[in-house]
């Protein structure tokens, strides 16, 4: 049996088992994701135990996305450029990590036909996966990359890496007037305050999918599932080797574009 997880603590919302496993019935292949709450503490002991397990591999989700990389025997290119890993593969006694996030946001960008170059782009929140997110932010070219988090430090270790402006959370309100794409990578839903203030034509995108997508006119309003289940579309592929099933996992999640 091909076995896979995803690893975080608390687990207590997400939506990659029902995705995975509806991938695995579709291709007919012996195989099951599970979730894994891990605490801290025990970190080190789940990824060897996992590996010594039979584990094919297995996602990381918060907290653990540059934790677990201490424990990794090699890591790809890309996700040491971004400081964080959110899929591990075991094969042959390694542990090989990847960022899977970046491909999800790369192209949930181009499937929503939201196009960032030349464009004046705010990220709100500075943890991991605004890492992913501002990785391909600066690949697009915008005309300003703007940065801001509640914990400033956080903001300005981002923003030096892509030399992008920081800004404290008390200018969002008016340069949220003058952006044309508006990200959250926070925790938290921010539609209700910032959706009112955006410009005809702008764009928000919150990278959480526990947030149903609302409405504002002359705003384009998108959420994090088509970029999970993309994500998670590469990360099957990393595992099994086969293109996953991306219709039916969409579907297994009720997710319509």
Avoid at 61 to 77: A, C, N, R, W
Avoid at 113 to 142: H, Q, R, W
Wanted: with cysteine; net charge neutral.
């Amino acid at each position: 049996m091909l076995v896979t997880g995803i690893i975080g603590y608390p687990l207590k919302i997400t939506m990659s088992p029902p995705m995975h496993n509806a991938a695995f019935k579709a291709l007919g292949l012996d195989g099951i994701y599970v979730q894994l709450p891990v605490k801290e503490e025990k970190l080190k002991d789940a990824v060897y135990g996992l590996s010594a397990l039979g584990f094919r591999g297995f996602n990381v989700t918060i907290p653990y996305k540059k934790k677990v990389m201490e424990y990794l025997d090699e890591i790809s290119e890309e996700a040491v450029s971004i400081d964080a890993v959110n899929t591990v593969l075991v094969k042959e006694n390694k542990l090989s990590g990847f960022n899977t996030d970046t491909y999800g946001f790369d192209e949930s960008l181009n499937k929503y036909e939201i196009d960032l170059t030349n464009k004046k782009v705010m990220l709100i929140g500075a943890g991991g996966v605004a890492y992913a997110c501002s990785y391909i932010i600066n690949k697009k070219n915008p005309s300003r990359f703007i940065i801001t988090d509640t914990i400033e430090e956080k903001a300005k270790k981002l923003a030096q890496i892509y030399q992008a402006d920081r800004i404290s959370p008390q200018e969002v309100e008016k340069l949220t007037q003058e952006s044309d794409i508006i990200l959250n990578a926070t925790p938290v839903d921010l539609q209700d305050k910032i959706l009112p203030l955006m410009k005809e034509g702008s764009v928000y995108y919150d990278i959480n999918y526990k947030f149903p997508a609302k409405e504002q006119k002359g705003v384009k309003v998108v959420n994090g599932s088509l970029m999970l289940i993309l994500q998670g579309a590469r990360a099957f592929k990393i595992w099994t080797g086969q293109d996953a099933p991306v219709e039916v996992m969409k579907k297994a999640i009720g997710f319509e574009i």
